[in-house]
């Protein structure tokens, strides 16, 4: 079974930049849309960005960081990349990596995320 296991947050002053990675254990192209999630403490998860594989089309970002966040793919690192620039406090949370799996019952799967915190 794939897995998948993110890693770059940590702590950043508001403005800095971080980058976070979602590698999956085996092929990525096992999933026909990796996502970017977020998870504050005491609200409700948001989807942050999507992207379809393998061509790295259909790219969607939710409204509070376009302009500043970008998502992108490595299939052959069998990964999806979030880049964060221009982070601000509201930003802290904890960010999960989803995928949706490309064969029926096209099943989701989860990493276990990485924590963002945006302070001075």
């Known amino acids: 079974q794939v897995q998948l296991v993110e890693s770059g947050g940590g702590l950043v002053q508001p403005g800095g930049s971080l980058r976070l990675s979602c590698t999956a254990s085996?092929?990525?192209?096992?999933?026909?849309?990796v996502a970017w999630y977020r998870q504050a403490p005491g609200k409700e998860r948001e989807l942050v960005a999507t992207?379809?594989?393998?061509?790295?089309?259909?790219?969607q970002y939710a409204d509070f960081v376009k302009g500043r966040f970008s998502i992108t793919r490595d299939n052959a690192k069998n990964t999806v990349y979030l880049q964060m620039n221009r982070l601000k406090p509201e930003d802290t949370a904890v960010y999960l990596c989803?995928?949706?799996?490309?064969?029926?019952?096209?099943?989701?799967?989860w990493g276990q995320g990485t924590q963002v915190t945006v302070s001075s």
């Open positions: 989803n995928g949706r799996a490309r064969c029926l019952p096209r099943a989701n799967y």
């Open positions: 992207i379809s594989l393998p061509s790295g089309g259909a790219i």
């Open positions: 085996g092929n990525i192209l096992h999933f026909n849309t």
